[in-house]
Structures are given as C-alpha cells and as structure tokens.
C-alpha cells in the first residue's frame, strides 16, 4: 500500500478491509463467544524482494482501483518499483493462526 500510494496516492489495493471485520487484533475476542480457549500464535516473517516483476504482478492482481491508475502508466510504475527494489525492498508480513478448543 505505501508503495503504490507512493506512486499514486490514488490508488487503493483493496476497497474491503476483511482484517477489520476478522483480524490478529479482534480474532481471540470473537472466537471467544465460541470457544473456551483461544490461543494466537503469531508467524514472524518478512519478505526481501529484488526483481520488480513479481511485485508489480502482485500489486496489479489485488482488488483495488489500481490498474485503473497504472495501466496506462505501467512503463512509468515498472521504473518506479524497478528503482525501489534494486537495493532489496523489504516487505514485513504480520500473520499467525488461532488454535480453539472447548
């Protein structure tokens, strides 16, 4: 999202905000009104992206409005992340699960 809103500060790569509604932050509150033990575990992870083509095809895969802004600039875009992920673009990732039980 910082990325392409550096871009274009237009372009949004998902309308739905799915996290809001189940997320990490409100997964335990809302499993908890089902299940009597509900544990988070977190997945630290990160991600260092060094060829622009497989983030571009990422980007341009979500949701959101944004091939509406970068495919008629998509020489422009590639230029964009080309020079954003020759020195290594680090991507940081914030998962885990939720184990339930009765």
């Given at each position: 999202?910082?990325?392409?809103?550096?871009?274009d500060?237009?372009?949004?790569?998902?309308?739905?905000?799915?996290?809001?509604?189940?997320?990490?932050?409100?997964?335990?509150?809302?499993?908890?009104?089902?299940?009597?033990?509900?544990?988070?575990?977190?997945?630290?992870?990160?991600?260092?992206?060094?060829?622009?083509?497989?983030?571009?095809?990422?980007?341009?895969?979500?949701?959101?409005?944004?091939?509406?802004?970068?495919?008629?600039r998509?020489?422009?875009?590639?230029?964009?992340?080309?020079?954003?992920?020759?020195?290594?673009?680090?991507?940081?990732?914030?998962?885990?699960?939720?184990?339930?039980?009765?």
């Open positions: 999202t910082e990325l392409v809103q550096e871009f500060p237009h372009i949004v790569l998902s309308a739905d905000r799915l996290y809001e509604q189940f997320g990490l932050e409100n997964g335990e509150d809302i499993l908890k009104k089902q299940f009597s033990r509900v544990e988070l575990i977190r997945y630290e992870d990160a991600l260092l992206v060094n060829d622009p083509q497989p983030l571009i095809e990422y980007i341009l895969s979500c949701h959101g409005n944004q091939n509406h802004y970068i495919v008629d998509y020489k422009e875009f590639h230029s964009f992340v080309q020079e954003k992920v020759k020195n290594g673009f680090y991507v940081t990732k914030d998962a885990g699960i939720f184990v339930c039980g009765v």
